[in-house]
């Protein structure tokens, strides 16, 4: 079975600054998806970032960016000139191709510093 | 244009009663799923539904009924709640043509099982 592990439970950064989260997954399968979802206080479920496993460049959405390493089956998401509204829970999760299901990882707290 | 809702919002109730919580999408999305969120597991799969009428486990199904009559609405019934249901319940929908194969979620039910 697919496993998604966030070894950083909680991480904060000073506003303005560029803080990059961990997620490292576990697969056998060659094509999938992995994904990254905010969730402020709200507790909304917001989607950042995708990037498919195929796609060699990575994914960048904005201030949003992510260093996919296949073979090392790490997936970090990086955010340039945090913002106060970037605070939440972020999660990182995995999805085979051809499956719908989404495997989840146990999420990072980020809290920013003004 | 609603998306996906979710009622209710908040819900308390006792041990061993019924109950429905309620998931609607406006986007005819295929493919309808409910998680569950617990501190320290992220968001675990209960069931989810490729379509009118086929609805298939994931990964904590037990306790739980689902339904999908329509393709918009896909019902979670809780037949005899126990304490340990006590979570934030997220539905989501999805499509899958073409690169549509991003979920989006509801803003959650938060039940509380006394």
Redesign the interface.
Known sequence: AQT?TQSQPEMSVQEAETVTLSCTYDTSESDY?L?W?KQPP??????VI?QEAYKQQNATENRFSVNFQKAAKSFSLKISDSQLGDAAMY?C?Y?QQGA????????TRLTINP | DAGITQSPRYKITETGRQVTLMCHQTWSHS?M?W?RQDL??????IY?S?AADITDK?EVPDGYVVSRSKTENFPLTLESATRSQTS?Y?C?S?E?SGSQ?????G??T?LLVL
Request: aromatic share 26%; glycine share 12%.
């Open positions: 998604v998806y994904f979802y709200s507790r909304q479920m917001i989607l995708r999660f999760a999805r719908q299901k989404l495997v989840f990882g146990q999420g | 493919y799923f998680y320290g597991h992220g968001l675990r799969l989810y490729a994931g934030v997220f989501a999805s899958t194969e991003t979920q989006y979620f803003p959650g938060r």
